[in-house]
Antibody
Framework: QVRLQESGPGLVRPSGTLSLTCAVSGDSFRNGFWWNWVRQSPGKGLEFVGEISHSESTHYNPSLKSRVTVTIDRSKNQFSLSLASVTAADTAFYFC???????????WGQGILVTVSS | SYDLTQPRSVSVSPGQTANIPCSGDKLGDKYVYWYQQKPGQSPVMVLYQDTKRPSGIPERFSGSNSGDTATLTISGTQTMDAADYYC??????????FGGGTKLTAL
């Protein structure tokens, strides 16, 4: 069974960098899967942030592209999100997830709330 | 950028059929994915590739996609189906888009 678990600071200062990690268990970074970050501002809808493939190709939300980086650490079986120059608008629940090529997102983490505030 | 539009809310009586539309330019040319999210929980995929149900999703969930509109249909809606529903599609060349979400009320 695939399990995903987000971790990282729950509070980030404005203009700082948001850094989150998703620990993957029950799976590894194999062909056919994309490793996603999706966020949800409190009370709002889902927003795609970015994803990375086993070969480290990436797709990003164009509205965030200049600030977002998604990376893989195979030695730790985890992937990470970095979002620079954050503002209060980046306050959200951040979910990591696994998407199967042409089959949608089948596995989600429980989500982690990150608040941007001084 | 590509936009997917959903109604903010849909209400249905238990046992009736709920239709949740998702509209976008030439959406019928893309695959649409649907997710259900209950309060305080992570989303769960209920349909992929427009019409296909993942393992464990009840048969009352079905879908269609043609022209500019994809529709999630819940036949014989149960109170447990009350949730937020999101459509998702690929925006060429390189990003995913979610609809704004529809709150389904079943009472």
């Amino acid at each position: 069974q695939v399990r995903l678990q987000e971790s990282g600071p729950g509070l980030v200062r404005p203009s700082g960098t948001l850094s989150l990690t998703c620990a993957v268990s029950g799976d590894s970074f194999r062909n056919g899967f994309w490793w996603n970050w999706v966020r949800q501002s409190p009370g709002k809808g889902l927003e795609f942030v970015g994803e990375i493939s086993h070969s480290e190709s990436t797709h990003y939300n164009p509205s965030l592209k200049s600030r977002v980086t998604v990376t893989i650490d195979r030695s730790k079986n985890q992937f990470s999100l970095s979002l620079a120059s954050v503002t209060a608008a980046d306050t959200a629940f951040y979910f990591c997830a696994r998407r199967t090529e042409n089959f949608g997102i089948q596995y989600w983490g429980q989500g982690i709330l990150v608040t941007v505030s001084s | 950028s590509y936009d997917l539009t959903q109604p903010r809310s849909v209400s249905v009586s238990p046992g009736q059929t709920a239709n949740i539309p998702c509209s976008g330019d030439k959406l019928g040319d893309k695959y649409v994915y649907w997710y259900q999210q209950k309060p305080g929980q992570s989303p769960v995929m209920v349909l992929y590739q427009d019409t296909k149900r993942p393992s464990g999703i009840p048969e009352r969930f079905s879908g269609s996609n043609s022209g500019d509109t994809a529709t999630l249909t819940i036949s014989g809606t149960q109170t447990m189906d009350a949730a937020d529903y999101y459509c998702q599609a690929w925006d060429t060349p390189s990003t995913w888009v979610f609809g704004g979400g529809t709150k389904l009320t079943a009472l």
